[in-house]
């Protein structure tokens, strides 16, 4: 009996200092991936219509890319036509405009490399509800027959006048009307969307304009749709960047990000959003090919 007891203490006692041992070294555990960091970026020029700036959509989402790269995207916004001539002459990285004609010329020519598609809208002619040249009733969709019922009233047409990608396209429409439009009736504004569509409320003339300007204004103007639905009325904005060989003061790297970054999915899919909860729908269509 004694040795029975004797064996189960001593049994007790070594169990209790196993169990009283050194604690075991926990393994080391390995360090988390941290998320990658983008690299910063120096400040960029982006010459740009003044569609994309009147409309709101630059506000939308240039924070979302300086905020990214820690950088500073420098807007300047005018016609078309002027922001290729910025180009032209090396004041710009990176272009987004709407003539595609003429953009494709800009990079044949060796000023601008890697244009791609970003999105589209369309342009409709607006006027004041009284329509006195009747486009409403007679015209319907086309745009051609429009600028031809206008003409022959000599009702007040606002033009922007100002090279840009709209005033290319009324210029295309006047053409295709077969009119050359001249006297008091046409007047050329010489300035951006918006200007050109608060004048033409104030003068009640019509004016084309592309949607998302007019929409972003028509609170405050006295201009309704008269026109629209005519393929020959779609507005198709592209993304160049300035080609560096020509200027080696671009800044390439800033433009190489911006595009890559305005034609991602995620920026399309912003851009997909961008006016839906404000109009009912997109100001925009993301078309990045």
């Given at each position: 009996?004694?040795k029975?007891?004797?064996?189960?203490?001593?049994?007790?006692?070594?169990?209790?200092?196993?169990?009283?041992?050194?604690?075991k070294?926990?393994?080391?555990?390995e360090?988390?991936?941290?998320?990658?960091?983008?690299?910063t970026?120096?400040?960029?020029t982006?010459?740009?219509t003044?569609?994309?700036?009147?409309?709101g959509?630059?506000?939308y989402?240039?924070?979302?890319?300086e905020?990214?790269?820690?950088?500073?995207?420098?807007?300047?916004?005018?016609?078309?036509?002027q922001?290729?001539?910025?180009?032209?002459?090396?004041?710009?990285?990176?272009?987004?405009?709407?003539?595609?004609?003429?953009?494709?010329?800009?990079?044949?020519?060796?000023?601008?490399?890697?244009?791609?598609?970003?999105?589209?809208?369309?342009?409709?002619?607006?006027?004041?509800?009284?329509?006195?040249?009747?486009l409403?009733d007679?015209?319907?969709?086309?745009?051609?027959?429009?600028?031809?019922?206008?003409?022959?009233?000599k009702?007040?047409?606002?033009?922007?006048?100002?090279?840009?990608?709209?005033?290319?396209?009324?210029?295309e429409l006047?053409?295709?009307?077969?009119?050359e439009?001249?006297?008091?009736?046409?007047?050329?504004?010489?300035?951006?969307?918006?200007?050109?569509?608060?004048?033409?409320?104030?003068?009640?003339?019509?004016?084309?304009?592309?949607?998302?300007?007019?929409?972003?204004?028509?609170?405050?103007?006295?201009?309704?749709?008269?026109?629209?639905?005519?393929?020959?009325?779609f507005?198709?904005?592209?993304?160049?960047?300035?080609?560096?060989?020509?200027?080696?003061g671009?800044?390439?790297?800033g433009?190489?990000?911006?595009?890559?970054w305005?034609?991602?999915?995620e920026?399309?899919?912003?851009?997909?959003?961008?006016?839906?909860?404000?109009?009912?729908?997109s100001?925009?269509?993301?078309?990045?090919?």
């Amino acid at each position: 009996m004694k040795k029975i007891i004797v064996l189960t203490v001593g049994l007790l006692l070594i169990l209790a200092l196993v169990s009283c041992g050194p604690a075991k070294t926990p393994e080391p555990k390995e360090p988390e991936d941290e998320a990658p960091q983008e690299e910063t970026l120096d400040p960029i020029t982006l010459a740009t219509t003044t569609s994309t700036e009147n409309s709101g959509l630059l506000d939308y989402i240039l924070p979302h890319f300086e905020e990214k790269y820690s950088t500073k995207v420098n807007v300047v916004a005018v016609g078309t036509g002027q922001a290729m001539e910025m180009g032209k002459n090396g004041d710009a990285d990176v272009l987004l405009v709407h003539a595609e004609a003429t953009e494709i010329q800009f990079v044949n020519d060796g000023y601008g490399v890697d244009r791609h598609r970003v999105m589209y809208n369309d342009f409709i002619i607006v006027g004041s509800e009284e329509d006195p040249a009747g486009l409403k009733d007679a015209a319907g969709a086309d745009a051609a027959k429009a600028f031809t019922m206008i003409s022959e009233k000599k009702a007040p047409f606002a033009s922007r006048g100002d090279d840009s990608g709209t005033h290319k396209k009324e210029l295309e429409l006047w053409k295709a009307a077969g009119v050359e439009p001249a006297g008091g009736w046409y007047k050329s504004v010489g300035q951006g969307m918006g200007a050109t569509l608060n004048f033409a409320s104030e003068q009640k003339a019509y004016t084309l304009t592309d949607r998302a300007t007019y929409l972003s204004m028509m609170d405050n103007l006295d201009l309704v749709i008269l026109v629209e639905g005519d393929e020959r009325l779609f507005n198709q904005y592209g993304v160049i960047k300035v080609n560096p060989e020509r200027h080696p003061g671009i800044n390439k790297k800033g433009a190489d990000k911006f595009v890559e970054w305005i034609i991602s999915d995620e920026i399309q899919n912003m851009i997909s959003e961008f006016g839906k909860d404000e109009y009912g729908q997109s100001l925009f269509v993301p078309n990045a090919d």
